[in-house]
């Protein structure tokens, strides 16, 4: 079954190795007839949650227009999230984490975003699989309220510079998340 899917990245690194992930695993599930929509949040203008809770009441997710309210009716119509970045101090990176926290704002609407699949793709410079627990955690956490199921997780240690994921299967392992969703 086609499904929709959307891609929310974090790395601003345009030829780092969480992107070169991201490219075989959209590769891969356009090939299975999958739509995949990709936001690139390091290269988007967009600010933390300010936790006003007035989410919705202009019509849009966030009553801070930016780019956030491009991206939040393609989370609600989505049928899986994958979200894609490396580790950045033991912890989600800034870019990513406003998007994350600004989800807040489907919730605080009463959107429907129940029963979605959700997936990651991460990676980091030390070789020890906890080091990316950071990110892990609370990626499978946010999937578990908001009643998403994580299909699948691409934990990729031991990769530092652009390039590096090549030295790994990071990408193949990537490109099998698809077969997933
Ligand atoms: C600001 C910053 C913080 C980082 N923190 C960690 C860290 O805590 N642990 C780690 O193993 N690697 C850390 N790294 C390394 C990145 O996770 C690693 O280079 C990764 O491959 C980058 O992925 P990308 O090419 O997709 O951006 C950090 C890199 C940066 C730029």
Redesign the pocket.
């Known amino acids: 079954m086609s499904k929709k899917i959307v891609v929310i990245t974090g790395?601003?690194?345009k030829n780092?190795?969480?992107?070169a992930m991201t490219d075989a695993f959209i590769k891969a599930a356009e090939g299975k007839g999958h739509t995949v929509t990709r936001f690139d949040a390091a290269m988007k203008k967009l600010n933390g949650c300010r936790a006003c809770e007035t989410c919705y009441s202009t019509g849009k997710a966030c009553s801070f227009d930016d780019e956030f309210n491009t991206l939040a009716p393609e989370i609600l119509e989505a049928d899986a999230i994958v979200f894609t970045?490396?580790?950045?101090?033991?912890s989600i990176p800034a870019q990513i984490k406003n998007v994350i926290d600004r989800i807040f704002s489907l919730v605080v609407g009463g959107k429907d975003i129940a029963g979605k699949e959700c997936a990651l793709i991460t990676?980091?410079?030390?070789e020890d699989m906890s080091?990316m627990d950071g990110v892990r955690i609370p990626i499978e956490r946010t999937a578990a309220l908001n009643k998403w199921k994580m299909v699948g997780e691409v934990l990729i240690?031991g990769?530092?510079?652009?390039g590096?994921?090549e030295k790994t299967d990071g990408c193949k392992q990537a490109a099998e998340l698809a077969d997933k969703i």
Not at 16 to 19: D, E, K, Q, T
Not at 159 to 162: D, F, I, T
């Open positions: 790395s601003p690194r780092g190795n969480s992107f970045m490396p580790v950045y101090w033991y990676c980091c410079e030390e080091v240690p990769v530092l510079k652009e590096d994921i």
